[in-house]
Every structure is written in C-alpha cells, then in structure tokens.
C-alpha cells in the first residue's frame, strides 16, 4: 500500500491539489487541469471520506454559512465590497460568491484571490466576465498587506472578507499573525467571515482525514479548536453566537440543525471595546 502512495505522489508533473480535492467533496466531478491531477486528487478526496463520509454535506454546510453571513454584511450592516479569499473552482451547479452577493445587491463588488493558475483561469472564465463588479486577482494569503493592495479594494470603506478553509492549510502559529496583518487595514465596519475544519472530537476524525490527504500529496492541513478560531478572530467583535459549527451559525437557535465538523465566526472590525 505504502509503495502505492509512494508512486502516486510522485508521479512526475503530476500531483493532487487543494482546490480539485475540494471539489470532489463538494460532489462536482468536472474541473478544468490535467487528468492526471484530477486523477490524484479524487484518489485523495475518496481517502477522507473513508473517515467522514459526510464531507460533501459539510461542504455544502459551510456554503451556506458563507451566504448567510454575506446576507447579514450586505443587508444589515450595509457592506459594498467582499474578498473571498481562495474560493477554489466556481462552485458546479451550486452559486457562485457572486451570485449570492449580487442575488442581495447587484452593485456589490466583489474580488476573487487566489494563488492556484488553474483556480485563476477557471474564475476569469466563469466568474470574471459574468459582471463589471466582479474581478479576479493572483495573490497569496501568507502576504496578506500584498494581497490588500493587489485587491484594488477601497480599504476606506467596509468591505467583507471571506476566509473559508484556506486558513486550514497555514499552521496556527503562522494563521494568527496572517490574520492580524489582513485585519488590521480594514476600515471600521468590516465583517471577516471564517469558517475552519474542526478539531477536538473524540479521535479527532478531522485531522485524520486531512493527514490522509496530505499522504497523498495534498499541501498539509490543520484542524482547529474553538480557543484557537477565538484566538485567530480575537481582533474582532464576534457577531452572535461567536463560533459555533457553521450549521448552527446565524440561524435560528431553537430549530434543529446537524452538526458538521467545520467551526464558524463571524467578526465586526470595531473600535476596542465596542460591542454589537
């Protein structure tokens, strides 16, 4: 078996990514990149699932956090800009951040950034040219101030900022300062979105299957524990009920919602010692 993985990780110009991994989750099975890429990674995806076999329900639960928080930010708070920091491939059948956001408010601008070629080519096909306010720039999370200015965002006014599952493939000690220098600029009013597989079950079955991943080849992966997405967000007020599996975040507290092992936050920029 060992030998096996060996070779399929090593296979040459070839290799699983984070972005088609997550796809094969979410349920799409049609990417752009080469099949053998493809390949490798349906072969990591079909490894998680052994462990949690409701990563696609997961995935779709944290989609639909991501809506509605961007639903709050746009109608209640009255946000006009939003960065969905390393979304991965548009979303198969299932809408777009753009279309969510323009389905509440059609001027909204909206910025795509990631750092994956294939990723880039598929949002400027797909999503790029779907609107004027929607645009697609190359930049890297780990340079956070860089990925700012390359937005063209007007970091004077409010903007939202969507970090769901990318933060997951930095090491917390690395996370906590990246997220301190993306914040930090933000104007007053803006809402950080963020939502990170968790860890801190009973045998950790999350780690496992991101470690499986990372045997085959996919970049590593951390799950993170409520005090550690307190400490990641500690910069923010937290919007009510803080950080919760993403199922239950900004829903209605007294009806039934499963549990998927994915925690969620989101956190208004304010000034130190306000509250919402």
């Given at each position: 078996m060992?030998?096996?993985?060996d070779?399929q990780?090593?296979?040459v110009?070839q290799?699983?990514?984070?972005?088609?991994?997550w796809?094969?989750?979410?349920?799409d099975?049609?990417?752009?990149g080469?099949?053998?890429?493809?390949?490798?990674?349906?072969?990591?995806?079909?490894v998680?699932?052994?462990?949690?076999?409701?990563?696609?329900e997961?995935?779709r639960?944290t989609?639909?956090?991501?809506a509605?928080?961007?639903r709050?930010?746009?109608?209640?708070?009255?946000?006009?800009?939003?960065?969905?920091?390393?979304p991965g491939?548009?979303a198969?059948?299932?809408r777009?951040?753009?279309q969510v956001?323009?389905?509440?408010?059609?001027?909204?601008?909206?910025v795509?950034v990631d750092?994956?070629?294939?990723v880039l080519?598929?949002?400027r096909?797909r999503?790029g040219?779907?609107?004027?306010?929607?645009s697609?720039?190359?930049?890297d999370?780990r340079?956070?101030?860089?990925?700012?200015?390359?937005?063209g965002?007007?970091?004077?006014r409010p903007?939202?900022?969507?970090?769901?599952?990318v933060?997951?493939?930095l090491?917390?000690?690395?996370?906590?300062?990246?997220?301190?220098?993306?914040?930090?600029?933000?104007?007053?009013?803006?809402?950080?979105?963020?939502?990170?597989?968790?860890?801190?079950?009973?045998?950790?079955?999350?780690?496992?299957?991101?470690?499986?991943?990372?045997?085959?080849?996919?970049?590593?992966?951390y799950?993170r524990?409520?005090?550690?997405?307190?400490e990641?967000m500690a910069?923010?007020v937290l919007?009510?009920?803080g950080?919760?599996p993403?199922?239950f975040?900004?829903?209605d507290?007294?009806?039934?919602?499963?549990?998927?092992?994915?925690?969620?936050?989101?956190?208004?920029?304010?000034?130190?010692?306000?509250?919402?």
């Amino acid at each position: 078996m060992q030998e096996r993985i060996d070779d399929q990780a090593t296979r040459v110009g070839q290799r699983p990514t984070a972005a088609e991994v997550w796809s094969f989750l979410a349920g799409d099975q049609n990417r752009i990149g080469r099949p053998g890429d493809r390949d490798l990674s349906r072969e990591a995806a079909a490894v998680a699932t052994e462990g949690l076999p409701d990563l696609a329900e997961t995935v779709r639960a944290t989609e639909d956090f991501v809506a509605r928080a961007l639903r709050y930010a746009i109608e209640w708070a009255g946000v006009r800009q939003v960065v969905h920091i390393g979304p991965g491939f548009p979303a198969g059948g299932r809408r777009c951040t753009h279309q969510v956001v323009h389905a509440l408010h059609p001027r909204v601008r909206v910025v795509y950034v990631d750092n994956d070629s294939a990723v880039l080519a598929c949002l400027r096909e797909r999503c790029g040219r779907s609107a004027e306010a929607v645009s697609v720039v190359e930049a890297d999370l780990r340079r956070p101030r860089e990925l700012l200015a390359a937005s063209g965002l007007d970091l004077g006014r409010p903007v939202a900022v969507v970090l769901a599952n990318v933060l997951t493939f930095l090491p917390f000690e690395t996370a906590v300062p990246v997220m301190r220098d993306l914040i930090a600029p933000l104007a007053l009013g803006s809402h950080v979105i963020v939502a990170e597989p968790m860890a801190g079950l009973l045998d950790e079955p999350v780690q496992a299957a991101l470690d499986a991943m990372t045997a085959r080849g996919v970049p590593a992966a951390y799950a993170r524990t409520r005090p550690q997405m307190l400490e990641l967000m500690a910069p923010l007020v937290l919007l009510d009920p803080g950080v919760h599996p993403v199922s239950f975040c900004l829903r209605d507290p007294l009806a039934a919602h499963p549990m998927v092992p994915v925690l969620g936050g989101v956190g208004w920029r304010g000034i130190e010692g306000w509250s919402l």
